[in-house]
Nanobody, 126 residues
Framework: QVQLIESGGGLAPAGGSLRLSCAAS????????WGWFRQAPGKEREFVAA????????AYADSVKGRFTISIDSAKNTGYLAMNSLKPEDTAVYYC???????????????????WGQGTQVTVSS
């Protein structure tokens, strides 16, 4: 079993930055794919960013491309989402997730992921 705990959320002004962390425990995740999703009130959970097992391939939603960066530190069993140039529409609960498949690719769909964190709130003020 894998446990994921997100941190780093909070309140930021428009144009500001935040860095989310996702610490994993229960298993070594060196071969797992990681993803970040978000969910705003009244909306479905949506894809934000994904990375494959070694960080060599990434994908981003068009809405965050060029502003957000996903990364992983396998030695620390931790994933990160650096968010710059934040906009009020980035306000949501952000979730990290991991996929234990060994295909070495990244995944962009909610149902591709097996383990999820509890979420961390990000609020961007205008």
């Amino acid at each position: 079993q894998v446990q994921l705990i997100e941190s780093g959320g909070g309140l930021a002004p428009a144009g500001g930055s935040l860095r989310l962390s996702c610490a994993a425990s229960g298993r070594t995740l060196s071969t797992y794919a990681w993803g970040w999703f978000r969910q705003a009130p009244g909306k479905e959970r949506e894809f934000v960013a994904a990375v494959n097992w070694n960080g060599g391939a990434t994908a981003y939603a068009d809405s965050v491309k060029g502003r957000f960066t996903i990364s992983i530190d396998s030695a620390k069993n931790t994933g990160y989402l650096a968010m710059n140039s934040l906009k009020p529409e980035d306000t949501a609960v952000y979730y990290c997730a991991v996929n234990p498949a060994t295909s070495r690719q990244y995944y962009t769909r909610v149902y591709d992921y097996t383990y999820w964190g509890q979420g961390t709130q990000v609020t961007v003020s205008s």
